[in-house]
């Protein structure tokens, strides 16, 4: 059941509190005017929620500056043409430059975000850590399949009824940072599955140095418990992530103490089911180095200036994690 959300956008007073950062460093006046031509003529699009980047070249044959990337085939030729004319103006002076950049189109918000830096002749590398969580050491299918089978026998020994079985459509459980399961044994089951989730401690992936904790749930076959029937792929909607292939819908819990409590922060949008006390979403504009387009989706007033308070008062170290052109939701748990 979906539920209505009602989304505020803060006041210029407060867009203005996030914008008064610690140390903040004056950009380059030549980036700093394509940067504002471009997120002002990019606004008023039916774009959202879109991360893209072009370069800006001198184009020898028309003695013009030209913006090359997916962003031109999305916009209408009058607008583009506006662009282009826009930013000659802006650039007149300056015999070639070459440019790399970004373009951040916002969630909820009718903004762009813009980064622009000087290309570089050598091969640059940026990394960035990806939050991951854990997964199982026999993969997303097989656990899948030996969690039915456990409930299956529990159910075939009479430890759990036909209707407690049918009352169950999905197993949600946490897995910290070392592998353990947790349940909060709300269902059901109660206690059936200890041993079982007990001994199946999940495993760090290749490739990765930054590790999450995850909220998982399985979906549940009715008629493969019930009915001996056919073993299948469930079909799950992951929000998005590229994790559990199919079978496990995973939401990624990062945590990090930014303030005088502990303030939780993710790329995803937390689910409903969570027990929230605010909710807040904010863009890093890593150009200006202020956070920008600050929305609150729920919490009151006191609550919300709790998250606003941790933001000013970032350390450097986290606020790495904002230098993404994508929305940030910070949220505090009852």
Not at 6 to 11: K, M, Q, W
Not at 227 to 235: H, I, L, S, V
Request: positive net charge.
């Amino acid at each position: 059941m979906k539920k209505f959300l009602s989304i505020l956008v803060l006041s210029f007073s407060l867009a203005c509190a996030f914008g008064s950062d610690h140390q903040q460093t004056k950009p380059n006046n030549t980036l700093l005017k394509v940067k504002n031509v471009l997120e002002k003529h990019l606004a008023g699009t039916n774009i959202r929620d879109l991360g893209t980047g072009f370069t800006i070249d001198k184009i020898q044959s028309s003695n013009s500056y030209e913006i090359k990337g997916d962003i031109i085939s999305m916009l209408p030729s009058s607008q583009v043409k506006l662009i282009h004319h826009i930013l000659n103006k802006a650039l007149k002076n300056y015999p070639n430059l070459k440019l790399d950049g970004s373009i951040y189109f916002d969630r909820y918000i009718d903004s762009v975000l813009v980064n622009v830096s000087h290309r570089r002749t050598d091969t640059i590398f940026d990394f960035h850590p990806t939050p991951i969580p854990l997964e199982p050491r026999e993969g997303y299918a097989n656990f899948s399949k030996e969690l039915h089978d456990v409930i299956k026998l529990k159910f075939k020994e009479g430890k759990i009824s036909k209707n407690g079985v049918l009352s169950i459509n999905n197993i949600s459980f946490t897995v910290d940072l070392s592998g353990k399961i947790t349940r909060n044994n709300k269902d059901d089951l109660k206690n059936e599955l200890d041993s079982f989730l007990n001994a199946k401690r999940w495993k760090r992936s290749a490739f990765s140095s930054y590790f999450v904790m995850a909220q998982v749930t399985f979906a549940l076959n009715q008629d493969y418990l019930i009915k001996d029937g056919n073993w299948y792929k469930p079909y799950i909607t992951n929000n998005g992530n590229n994790y559990g292939d199919g079978w496990a819908n995973l939401n990624l819990i990062t945590p990090s103490s930014i303030g005088s409590q502990t303030t939780f922060f993710s790329y995803q949008k937390p689910t409903s089911t969570w027990n929230h006390k605010s909710l807040l979403s904010i863009v890093y504009d890593q150009a200006l180095n202020k956070f920008r387009m600050p929305v609150i989706h729920f919490g009151s007033q006191e609550e919300t200036q709790q998250l606003i308070d941790d933001l000013n008062n970032i350390s450097s170290s986290n606020r790495d994690f904002f230098n993404f052109y994508n929305r940030v939701y910070l949220y505090r748990l009852k």
